[in-house]
C-alpha cells in the first residue's frame, strides 16, 4: 500500500510538471506572435505618419508649390495628395516628384489635385 502511495505521488508529480512545462510552451508562444503582428502594424502606422509629414514638410519648403494647400495621406505607403484650391500642372508634376523621391513612398496618388 506505501508502494502504491509512494507510486500515485511520483506520479502526479511527473505530470504536473509536463502539464505546467506544456502551459508554459503555449503561453509564451501565443503573445509572442501576437506582438510580432502588433510590433508590424505600429511599424507601419509609424512609417506612414512618417512618410506623410517628410512629403507635407518637403512641399512646403519647395518654392513654387502651394504647400500649405495640399492635403497629405499616406496608407501602407501609398500617398494620395489632394487640394481644395487648383493648382498648375507644372507645380502638380512637381509635387508628384517630390513625394516620389522619398524613401518608403510604394505609389503616388495626384487624382485630388485640382490643376487649372
Known amino acids: 500500500m506505501k508502494k502504491f502511495a509512494i507510486a500515485a505521488a511520483t506520479a502526479t508529480a511527473l505530470t504536473l510538471t509536463m502539464a505546467n512545462a ?22 507601419e502606422a509609424t512609417s506612414d505618419t512618417w512618410i506623410t509629414t ?23 505607403g501609398v500617398v494620395s495628395l489632394s487640394s481644395t484650391t487648383a493648382v498648375t500642372e507644372s ?20 487624382d485630388g489635385l485640382k490643376a487649372e
Open 22 to 43: 506544456a502551459f508554459a510552451q503555449q503561453s509564451t508562444q501565443a503573445p509572442m506572435t501576437l506582438a510580432a503582428g502588433e510590433m508590424t502594424k505600429a511599424k
Open 54 to 76: 517628410k512629403v507635407k514638410s518637403d512641399l512646403m519648403t519647395e518654392k513654387g508649390i502651394p504647400g500649405s494647400d495640399i492635403k497629405v495621406e499616406t496608407n501602407k
Open 91 to 110: 507645380q502638380k508634376k512637381m509635387a508628384v516628384d517630390i513625394t516620389k523621391k522619398i524613401k518608403g513612398v510604394k505609389a503616388v496618388s495626384a
